[in-house]
C-alpha cells in the first residue's frame, strides 16, 4: 500500500514526539570505506587518529563565510532556500586539536537551545564536544517537525533538514578544527527520527548516534541500506515511554515509543557494520536519558569512526545512579494485553474484529492513539463482544458479504508491535472498502476512523465516504 505523506502525529510518526550539502540525497547503499582515516583494522579506540575535517568557508552560507559560529544562538544560516537557526556550546581550553562533535536534533514544541538544557547536552562540552543543536523548522510532511518519516515513494528525495546538517557541520568545521573520525549524533522523540532517518542516509558521515524515543518507521530509503561502520544506541524511557500533546495542529494521544524502540535495536542489529547497543530507563517517561550521559560519552568516545563495527562491541556497567539497564541484544517489545473476538452470526464479522483486536487494540503504538475509534467500534479493553454486534447490525449490504470475506483474507497476515505492525489492518480497510460505496460496513468503519484526522492520513479509501 502506499503510506501517507500526511498523516497526523498520532499514528504516525505517529504521534509521536515529544519530547546539507547535497540537493539530492544518497540513499546509503554500500560503504564508501576509507572513513577511518586510513586504520584499516583498529584494534582499540586509540587507533584512530584525529583527523580534522577538510573544509572551506566556501562551504558555508555568505553571511557565516567570514563569521565563525559563536557559543549561544546562531541565526540566519541560510541553506536550501532556508534560514536556519542553531545553538551552539563549545568546550573550554584547547581550540586548535580537531574536536569531536554531536550534532543533536530537537524534539516536538523545542528548539535547539531547549533540547540542549532538557538533554543537558553541556554535559558532552565539558567533556571536549563542539555541540551543534540545529533548530527544526517544521519540513516534515507526516510528522511535522523535522523531515524524517516519509511516504513510500518519497524516501530518497532531497531534504532540506539533511542538507542543513550536513552544511553546519562543514562550515564549522572550516572555523574550527573538527575530529572526522569523531562526528556523532543524536536526537530525542522527533529528533529520535531524524536521527534514524540521516544515519541510514549519511553513515559514512557519523561515528556514532543516540537514537533516543525515536519512531523508526517509515524513515528508511529504498533500497534498503548497507550501513558504514558505525555505533548506534537506542534508548527509551521504560514501559510508561509515552506522549500526549500537541504537535503543530495534531493532537497526539498516549503514544507509545517501546514498540518502535524495539523495531530499531532489531534493524540496527541486522547491519553488519553497525553496532547495536540500547538502553531502557527505569520508568523514566518520555525522556532523554540524562543521568547515563557521562556513559553514553564514553561510549561514543570509545568507539571512534571504524571501531569495532558490529563486532566485538562491549558495553561498561551502568552506573547505579543511572535509572537504565543497558545491553548489546536487541530488544523484542510484546503486547501488553491479548484479545480473542467470539463467534458471530455473520459470516467472517468475527475475522474483521479480531483484525481491528490485533493490530489495533493490542499495538501499544497505535492503541493509544485510536482508542476512541476502537471504543465506538465495539473494542473497549479486552472486551471484542461489541465490535462482533455492531459488524451483524451493520453488514446488511448485499456487497457487504464480500468486504469481510476481503477482511478474513486479511486477517491472515499477522500484526506486530509499532506503526508497520497495524499496516495488515491499513491495508485491508484500503484495500477491501476500496470502490465500495455501498458496503454499509464500510461506510460505519470509515465514519468512526475520519473522526480521527490523525488516522485518515493511513486509512485513505476511507476519504471516498
Known sequence: ???????????????????????????????????DAGVVDPQKAEDVPAVAIQASTDDCPAA????????????????????????????????????????AYNGTSENGQAFAERADLAAFAKRGF???????????AIWPIWDSMRAEGDENKPNKDVEFVETLLKCAAA????????????????????TNHIIQRKSELFAGAIVASGVFTQTSPTPEPVMDKMLVLVTWGGDNDKYTGKAGDRDVTDFSFVPEASSATKFYNNQKNVGQ??????????????PINDWMIDLLLAHPKGFPGAGALELAPVPATGRAT???????????ITISCGAS????????????????????????????????????GTNCGGCIKRCEEKATAPVDAEVLDCMKTSQKTECAQGIA??????????????????????KDVCTVIKGNGTALGYFATCQEF
Open 130 to 140: 563542539v555541540v551543534l543543536a540545529p533548530s527544526s523548522v517544521g519540513n516534515g
Open 1 to 35: 500500500m502506499v503510506r501517507p505523506a500526511s498523516l497526523a502525529a498520532s499514528f504516525l510518526a505517529l504521534a509521536l514526539s515529544a519530547f546539507a550539502c547535497s540537493s539530492s540525497e544518497s540513499t546509503a547503499v554500500t560503504p564508501t570505506g576509507g572513513a
Open 326 to 336: 543497558c545491553t548489546t541484544e536487541p530488544f523484542t517489545a510484546t503486547a501488553s
Open 345 to 380: 452470526t455473520t459470516a467472517n464479522c468475527q475475522n474483521a474484529c479480531q483484525l481491528f483486536a490485533d493490530c489495533g487494540a493490542e499495538n501499544a503504538s497505535v492503541a493509544g492513539v485510536l482508542k476512541k475509534e476502537l471504543a465506538a467500534l465495539g473494542i473497549a
Open 277 to 290: 547497543a540500547n538502553c531502557k530507563g527505569k520508568n523514566l517517561g518520555h525522556a532523554w536519558l540524562s
Open 64 to 103: 557565516y563565510q567570514g563569521k565563525a559560529p559563536a557559543p549561544g544562538w546562531n541565526r540566519g544560516f541560510e541553506v536550501a532556500g532556508q534560514k536556519r537557526d542553531f545553538w551552539a556550546i563549545f568546550p573550554e581550553g584547547d581550540s586548535t586539536t580537531p574536536a569531536p562533535v554531536f550534532m
Open 421 to 442: 505492525g497495524a499496516f495488515p489492518l491499513i491495508d485491508a480497510v484500503n484495500i477491501c472498502c476500496k470502490g465500495k460505496s455501498t458496503s454499509n460496513y464500510c
Open 175 to 194: 572555523h574550527r578544527p573538527l575530529d572526522k573520525n569523531r562526528v556523532y549524533t543524536g536526537g530525542h522523540s522527533a529528533g529520535g527520527i531524524f
